[in-house]
């Protein structure tokens, strides 16, 4: 090697993962991952990652606090950057189809620290992320229970955080145990296998579809042009019930709804970290990729038309909130009552979907990981019979489970979506210095005009990053504080790539 101890330690840290190596990995083996997803079952966990508390919980909440009508647009500027992130996954993800997603293809580019904090990112992203979804599904079934089946809710202090209290009637929360309930189960039908999971998602998808595309074709006739006048709202500041100012209207208005509605696109980019269980990766991973994306931005821009359309911004202030949609319905859409309770089974089933989909790519990055000495070795092993990473499975059911079952969910707020567009950056990065260094390398897909599109992705990210407020930078820096004191404590001493020359 020719380098002193000293200077191969100073060094160790940028190490990039040998492309060959990757490669090697990503390989059939008996003892590996079982392929067994096509590309429409990757679009189908596609649909069924994106289509769920983003299009039915945020895109009220944006048009509210941010950009009134023009949340549509709000919905385009999104849908341009996660396209321009998601030709640069495509891109990698069919290059290097291995499980692991941006963590992966960081580690090829930019060396084991940027890897490691790109894997710490995405725990942000697909753990916290998952946990507010099941305390959102809690909320929802209670919903359920009392609008649609008129029967008497769960408790208050069953279902509620133990820092949670009821305004009303005084009373406590203990543990929520329907979220609790809903990580488990899902955990466990991921434990059992992929195939499974996948199906059981695409019965999911198709529910959730057909709801959405009701909503668009029934409510179009019920959309009155005074509530889309003016389409942009003139630019205010919007004070919110926690005091939090927004900038509402004009073009701040759009981006800050932008950052917003991003929620809403989560999921597509969990596609990447199921490569190295999908036949023929090359072909499918960017059809699954760019095609649940594209069918989701259609739908979503027709949906936040419709909506904006029926009921008024006030209405979404005041008496709509989290279930503006099915308010919606039920103050406008007069005869269509039913519609109403079907949005609520359809947002539980896409709850449901969200969860199982961010579940699976939280546990492909621990399996990445795993394998690598960056987090335990025990994250890598595989079932003897189901051949899913099943420890992996359990000790993300411990930590989501946790976290859904004792913490509120509006404590981590837009978290998850300044995590995914921190991800999103750093993959549009990998793309650029992936043609530099490696330019002979197979590329089945090629983004197109690169540098200029992974730079428009970086550019459009980071602008959606801006829009989500300091408030969210302050916390995505603790956390990536506290990942770096785990590398420097414990990962960077067991990372087998840098015991290799030891």
């Known amino acids: 090697m020719g380098l002193t101890n000293q200077n191969q330690n100073t060094m160790s840290i940028w190490k990039r993962k040998p ?8 390989a059939e083996s008996e003892k590996g991952l079982k392929r067994t997803l096509t590309a429409w079952s990757l679009i189908a966990l596609g649909i069924g990652a994106i289509i769920g508390a983003g299009l039915f919980v945020r895109t009220a909440m944006a048009a509210s606090q941010n950009a009134g009508p023009s949340v549509t647009i709000a919905f385009i500027v999104a849908a341009i ?44 992203e697909y753990a916290v992320g998952a946990a507010t979804v099941g305390i959102a599904w809690s909320e929802y079934l209670n919903n359920l229970l009392v609008n649609v089946l008129h029967i008497s809710p769960i408790p208050y202090s069953l279902s509620h955080s133990p820092f949670q209290s009821n305004l009303e009637t005084g009373e406590n929360g203990i543990i929520n145990l329907p979220a609790l309930f809903i990580v488990g189960v899902i955990s466990l039908l991921l434990i059992k ?6 199906f059981v998602n695409g019965i999911i998808v198709i529910l959730k579809v057909v709801i959405v595309v009701l909503i668009i074709v029934i409510g179009w006739n019920f959309v009155k042009p005074a509530n889309h006048t003016p389409y942009i709202p003139p630019t205010s500041i919007f004070t919110d019930e926690h005091g939090i100012d927004h900038h509402f209207g004009g073009f701040w208005g759009i981006i800050g709804a932008a950052g917003t509605v991003f929620f809403a696109f989560i999921g597509f980019d969990a596609v990447s970290t199921a490569a190295q269980e999908t036949k023929n990766p090359k072909r499918n991973m960017p059809i699954g990729i760019l095609g649940s994306l594209a069918i989701c931005t259609i739908l979503y821009i027709l949906f936040a038309h419709v909506l904006t359309g029926v009921a008024t911004v006030e209405d979404f202030r005041t008496g709509g909130k989290e279930a503006s949609v099915a308010f919606a319905i039920n103050k406008y859409m007069i005869g269509y009552a039913w519609l109403g309770q079907l949005v609520t089974v359809a947002i539980l089933a896409g709850f449901s979907s969200v969860i199982l989909v961010m579940l699976l790519g939280q546990s492909r990055v621990f399996y990445s990981m795993g394998k690598d000495g960056l987090l335990p070795t025990m994250f890598s092993d595989l079932h003897s019979k189901f051949k899913t990473p099943y420890k992996a499975n359990i000790a993300i059911l411990i930590i989501v489970g946790a976290f859904a079952a004792f913490v509120p969910g509006d404590i981590v707020g837009d978290m998850t979506s300044i995590g995914t567009l921190f991800a999103f950056v750093l993959v549009c990065i990998s793309v650029i210095i992936l043609r530099k260094k490696e330019p002979n390398m197979v590329r089945e897909f090629r983004t197109p005009l690169v540098p200029l599109v992974p730079l428009l992705g970086v550019a459009a990210c980071v602008l959606m990053m801006v829009g989500l407020g300091w408030t969210n930078w302050l916390r995505l820096f603790a956390w990536m504080a506290i990942g770096i004191l785990i590398y420097f404590v414990y990962s960077r001493k067991n990372s087998k790539l840098n015991n290799l020359d030891n």
């Open 193 to 198: 296998g992929i195939q499974e999971s996948a």
């Open 19 to 26: 492309l060959v190596q990757l490669l090697a990995e990503a």
């Open 81 to 124: 950057g996660c396209a321009l992130a998601g030709l640069c996954y495509a891109e990698l993800s069919s290059s290097i189809p291995i499980s692991g997603s941006a963590y992966t293809y960081t580690y090829a580019t930019m060396g084991e620290f940027m890897a490691w904090i790109i894997g710490w990112d995405l725990i942000l």
